[in-house]
């Protein structure tokens, strides 16, 4: 190997590297002082929020199921709203539970004016039967008329149930 002089190579380079770092920068036009900008500092409130993913699942599940039918009207609630077990949701049409109602009423009376027709048709039977003028026989017909006819009419008045006016859906909670 070939003899290194490392102090030779330390002496010609030490000039070269003095003279580059002696050397004048030149300073580039339009460059000064720099400007600076001023902020200054106030207390503010900030809402702090974070987006997360998830999924949640339901509490309580409403299942809403019509107990009536009918014509919607109107919307008792409001979307999204929180709202009571029983709590009426909808009002509907009353038309068709009206006439039923009228209805109703209207054969309840007609069986109870069959009720007075027979029982005066049995009274008229006991007085002729007393005379003679009819038959034992027909005075008992009348007289089976008459009970059976009150006995129909009870049945009717015990079992006269006639929708309700004001019907409406309702929720039912499943947990």
Request: charged share 25%; proline share 7%; aromatic share 6%.
């Amino acid at each position: 190997m070939p003899p290194y002089n490392f102090p030779l190579v330390h002496v010609l380079l030490l000039p070269l590297l003095i003279l580059v770092g002696c050397a004048e920068e030149q300073q580039q036009p339009g460059q000064g002082t720099p400007e600076v900008s001023v902020v200054t500092l106030r207390t503010t409130p900030v809402t702090l929020t974070r987006q997360l993913p998830g999924r949640t699942h339901a509490y309580v599940i409403a299942e809403v199921r019509p107990q009536v039918t009918g014509l919607i009207t109107e919307r008792l609630f409001t979307e999204g709203s929180l709202v009571d077990e029983g709590e009426p949701l909808y009002q509907l049409d009353d038309a068709v539970y009206r006439a039923a109602h009228n209805s109703a009423q209207a054969a309840l009376a007609r069986a109870e004016a069959a009720v007075n027709v027979a029982r005066l048709d049995a009274e008229r039977a006991e007085e002729l039967v007393k005379v003679k003028a009819i038959s034992k026989r027909e005075y008992e017909n009348s007289v089976a008329v008459w009970r059976r006819r009150k006995r129909t009419s009870g049945w009717q008045k015990r079992n006269w149930r006639v929708p309700p006016l004001s019907s409406a859906m309702l929720v039912s909670h499943r947990r």
